[in-house]
């Protein structure tokens, strides 16, 4: 009996899955790929009759087009006598790998964007949060079980690849109109108070860093270039890690301030030069006159929103 006869005497998909596990079966799947030289891995094989057979469980995706694979794994399956006989085996599962591998690489991605699209809303409701995330540290700690076990399902069904995913999906969250709404006294009091403990907590300042670095990558969507040195001159990773070791300081978020006000003044509308050199003037005053930190990253990251706002908005025109 060849694999495809031990296919089809199987009916539920239990013993199905229970089977598929067998080394002996496997062995099988491996011989007839060999004698037939056909593209697919043993797994690959086996899965092929699971399409066909099982569609409701393993060619469910709704988002992508599942009809045309489950046709072709039936169109052998059922035919694989006539086809065996005419020695077309080879052929059309060549044409079938073909097939097979655009729908796995589509339902990967399906499957992915499921896990990837729930990690990003738990960052939003962080985001949404951060006015109160001192009385929402339970929270907050839950958010951040549930996206670590997100980026393990990622991986575990996607590999590196999943990650990269995971890395290249990140939207704009924080547009202007969001960061307006929660960006209110409450906000900006706590946020003070965070910066100036006597042991700095810069968390909320990185959040932003990162949804500021986002908004100017989305003003300029085209320039790859430009964002791989935006990502160089933003690191918000490097920056997490000088902060999990204690090595920030505000020298290191002045020199980020300037790199991100001279980026945006070189955005900007050149009529908006005299305006924006007295930001900046002002920014330069409150250092010399030794304000608190909290206060100049208020005024430094206020004047920045709007900053982007009024670009997006010459932008669009």
């Known amino acids: 009996m060849d694999i495809v006869q031990v296919l089809y005497s199987i009916n539920s998909f239990e013993k199905f899955v229970k089977v598929s596990f067998d080394k002996i079966f496997i062995q099988k799947s491996q011989n007839f790929i060999e004698k037939n030289n056909i593209k697919f891995t043993a797994k690959e094989f086996i899965s092929l009759y699971a399409i066909a057979k099982f569609p409701e469980i393993v060619a469910d995706s709704t988002d992508i087009d599942n009809s045309i694979i489950i046709q072709k794994c039936n169109y052998f399956f059922n035919n694989y006598k006539q086809l065996n006989l005419e020695n077309k085996i080879k052929l059309n599962l060549d044409e079938l790998y073909v097939i097979y591998k655009e729908w796995k690489q589509a339902d990967l991605d399906c499957k992915l964007n499921v896990f990837i699209n729930a990690y990003y809303e738990f960052d939003q409701m962080y985001i949404n949060l951060l006015p109160y995330v001192e009385s929402n540290n339970t929270l907050i700690n ?23 995913r995971l890395s290249n999906a990140k939207p704009v969250y924080l547009n202007i109109k969001e960061f307006k709404n929660i960006a209110t006294k409450a906000f900006w009091d706590s946020f003070i108070e965070s910066i100036d403990k006597e042991v700095p907590d810069y968390t909320r300042l990185i959040i932003m860093l990162k949804e500021i670095k986002s908004l100017i990558k989305n003003i300029i969507p085209n320039r790859e270039d430009m964002h791989s040195v935006i990502e160089e001159n933003i690191d918000t990773e490097l920056l997490l890690q000088m902060l999990s070791n204690n090595a920030m300081n505000f020298t290191d978020i002045y020199n980020l301030m300037n790199y991100i006000y001279t980026l945006l003044k070189s955005l900007d ?10 930001f900046w003037k002002t920014i330069e005053n409150m250092i010399e006159k030794k304000l608190s930190y909290g206060n100049i990253l208020k005024e430094f990251l206020i004047h920045i929103f709007n900053q982007l706002e009024e670009i997006q908005k010459a932008i669009s025109r």
């Open 269 to 278: 509308c050149p009529a908006n030069d005299e305006k924006n050199n007295t």
């Open 142 to 164: 839950n958010i951040k079980k549930e996206q670590f076990k997100l980026v393990k399902y990622i991986k575990n069904i996607g590999g590196k690849y999943g990650i990269q």
